[in-house]
């Protein structure tokens, strides 16, 4: 507990850069923004634990509750630890997708005077999804009990190959299917027990609740999910669910966040549109 899978510094730029790779990934899916950066800014890349190929963290004792959040608690303070080590005082967060958005506004919320800017890409903001109905506005113990029952109910069903056959989808992160293969293999290459940990742990937590304290000013970059091309099972929209309708009303809730939605992208929309979030991010810091 308290360490990283791994991390790795690039570039000198002035400016100092975290970023972190969401749910199912390890710090290669920055590589390429790192190179084109490098100039311009310090980047700090991170693995979370268990994901790339690392050591995943010890599992919490039998009967801990998803909705304590050990293992995201436990990589947040692991990135603090490395901020501190690295002896850096002010830092913009990069995150990616889910998991990591709820890490990002953690260190946020909690160091604001540490905190120059966050950086939201295909962000989440909480577990949103059309079934069950209503969810976009569940109570924090709503959350916590549908994480529980999903863990004894459901996921200890789950093989490895009905996790790869219904977890999310080649389509779902890159517009070039080659890509999106690429990233749907690195995703699936975790023990599934690991995935589901993270994943409970995300069903459990809203961090809406807490938008009214941040101070810290947040770009949340929103892929379009609007390109002809891509596919959708009918009444299952999970990916806009995520990613845009899960910030439904969040910007009354907070003047410091700002939404920007980038056309012809899916999920790794530094990936299908680089040159379209690189100037979302120059203007934006």
Request: aromatic content about 12%; proline content about 6%; glycine content about 8%.
């Amino acid at each position: 507990l308290g360490s990283l899978g791994r991390f790795r510094k690039s570039g000198e730029g002035k400016r100092v850069m975290l970023l972190i790779p969401g749910i199912g990934f390890g710090d290669g899916v920055w590589s390429e923004f790192m190179e084109r950066h490098k100039a311009d800014y310090t980047m700090y890349a991170v693995t979370l634990p268990g994901f790339d190929g690392t050591a995943p963290l010890p599992m919490p004792p039998e009967g801990s509750r998803y909705a304590d959040t050990p293992w995201m608690t436990s990589c947040t303070n692991a990135i603090r630890g490395l901020l501190d080590d690295e002896k850096v005082a002010k830092v913009t967060v990069v995150a990616h997708w889910a998991l990591a958005s709820q890490i990002a506004l953690r260190l946020a919320l909690d160091a604001p005077d540490r905190v120059e800017a966050v950086v939201l890409i295909g962000g989440v903001l909480k577990s949103n999804y059309d079934n069950p109905p209503g969810m976009l506005g569940w109570t924090p113990d709503q959350r916590a009990k549908f994480a529980e029952v999903m863990a004894q109910k459901w996921f200890k069903t789950v093989t490895r190959r009905t996790w790869d056959d219904n977890n999310f989808m080649s389509y779902d992160y890159a517009v070039n299917p080659r890509r999106g293969l690429y990233l749907w293999r690195e995703a699936q290459t975790p023990p599934v027990a690991v995935w589901i940990r993270y994943l409970l742990e995300f069903y459990a937590i809203d961090m809406a609740t807490e938008l009214k304290n941040l101070k810290v000013r947040t770009l949340v970059v929103r892929p379009g999910f609007d390109d002809p091309q891509f596919y959708v099972e009918k009444d299952a929209d999970y990916m806009r669910s995520l990613c845009h309708g899960s910030w439904t009303g969040a910007a009354e809730l907070s003047d410091r966040l700002h939404l920007r939605t980038i056309p012809q992208s899916r999920l790794f929309v530094m990936f299908d549109q680089p040159e379209a979030l690189d100037l979302a991010l120059t203007e934006f810091l």
